[in-house]
């Protein structure tokens, strides 16, 4: 896409990567964008690049901007290379007099391109660049998700230059969050802090009342990924209030794999169970559903019930593999049950139940197995299960 003017003289230019469909194990199923920005003030500034597959394109847009003007900075906000794969091609372009960049982000950048012989100026929190007539401030954001991450703030221009922060995973023709569907926004938003910033939660939460402390002030918020807030920056600052404070609703997810159904007849009268009138609830099938949306629906909810029968006296692939994205991801604040089907070995609750506990998530009962095939009774066990979580959540 061609360069955006979204102020008077600052530029979007980046990449749409219309394509991209997985980011290391989180499923990016409408693609993902790669935003840096150029001010066009006294002196020139690009805050990050593009990944490296996009260099050519990206050089062509920036030159499309400056003309026969001098690039002066380069502002690395974040060395994570989807942001600073285009670095040396667009180093060798325009050979700007300076990289400014956190001392982390410097030996990041050092160790993933090699070498110390860039022209690097290191700042630190509350750090300011001159661009002549406009001023750059720095504020750290380490471990939201990188230990060198940072923001920069164009004090005059009232634009919170954002990082990683608030973006989300979606390719659009459109720049801005307010000209796109505000439901499919909300959903990206929260797919890409459940599935990226989930276990960084209390780093998050420091950086939101740094924000407030501070006072900074600003009017448009410019991430590296997806749409850039300028109507609606209340809407998207509460919900990440809520999600780095791990505020749950009365909600709960079923989450399962099966082998010839009889743990999909468990899960359904689970179900059954926790249904009704105050309690929302899902249900998962991992044969059917990627493992970062349901962490998506896991983040704002109460409980989760994991289930599974055994293959090879453990629990099923898909159900290993959802296991372990989870406990990355550290989901907080949360109350847990197993079930499963079994042959000839019992053990499917306890090794559930003991992955449940290594999160932290309270197990609310014991849970529920079953030998082959479940009968009338066994289902009921199972709907009274989820009534008595269904009544747990209500009672919150």
């Not at 300076?98 to 022209?119: E, M, S, Y």
């Not at 499917?348 to 009338?376: C, F, R």
Request: aromatic content about 10%.
């Amino acid at each position: 896409m061609k360069p955006i003017e979204i102020k008077k003289d600052i530029f979007w230019l980046g990449a749409i990567d219309w394509n991209l469909r997985d980011f290391h194990g989180y499923s990016t199923e409408k693609g993902s964008t790669y935003n840096a920005y150029l001010v066009m003030g006294e002196k020139k500034a690009l805050f990050d690049t593009v990944k490296a597959e996009f260099a050519d394109e990206f050089i062509r847009d920036i030159k499309s901007v400056l003309g026969e003007r001098k690039l002066d900075y380069i502002i690395s906000n974040h060395a994570e290379m989807d942001h600073s794969g285009a670095l040396p091609a667009v180093m060798e372009s325009f050979h700007p007099d300076k990289i400014i960049v956190t001392k982390a982000g410097q030996d990041a950048l050092n160790r993933h391109f090699h070498g110390n012989n860039r022209p690097f100026e290191l700042i630190k929190e509350g750090d300011e660049l001159s661009l002549g007539d406009k001023t750059v401030q720095f504020y750290g954001s380490a471990m939201i998700h990188w230990p060198e991450s940072m923001i920069s703030l164009l004090r005059e221009y009232r634009v919170l230059i954002s990082n990683d922060i608030f973006g989300q995973h979606w390719a659009t023709s459109e720049r801005f969050a307010d000209e796109v569907d505000q439901g499919e926004l909300h959903w990206q938003a929260a797919k890409y802090y459940a599935n990226i910033f989930l276990p960084t939660s209390p780093a998050v939460k420091k950086f939101l009342e740094k924000l407030e402390v501070k006072g900074l002030q600003y009017d448009m918020v410019a991430p590296d990924h997806g749409l850039i807030w300028r109507n609606n920056l209340t809407e998207i600052m509460k919900a990440y209030k809520a999600w780095s404070n791990w505020e749950t609703k009365p909600k709960a997810i079923v989450i399962y794999d099966t082998m010839w159904e009889s743990t999909a007849k468990m899960a359904r009268a689970i179900m059954h169970g926790l249904s009704g009138e105050g309690v929302s609830a899902r249900l998962f099938d991992l044969r059917t559903n990627h493992r970062s949306d349901i962490m998506t629906e896991l983040l704002d909810a109460r409980a989760v019930i994991l289930g599974s029968s055994i293959l090879n006296s453990g629990i099923l692939p898909k159900m290993a593999d959802m296991i372990t994205y989870m406990k990355g991801l550290r989901p907080t604040n949360k109350i847990g049950a197993s079930f499963g089907s079994y042959g000839w070995k019992n053990t499917i609750t306890k090794m559930l139940n003991e992955q449940l506990e290594e999160m932290k998530i309270e197990l609310a009962d014991e849970g529920i197995s079953v030998q082959y095939v479940p009968e009338e009774n066994d289902l009921r066990k199972c709907f009274e299960l989820g009534q008595k979580i269904r009544n747990m959540i209500l009672a919150k």
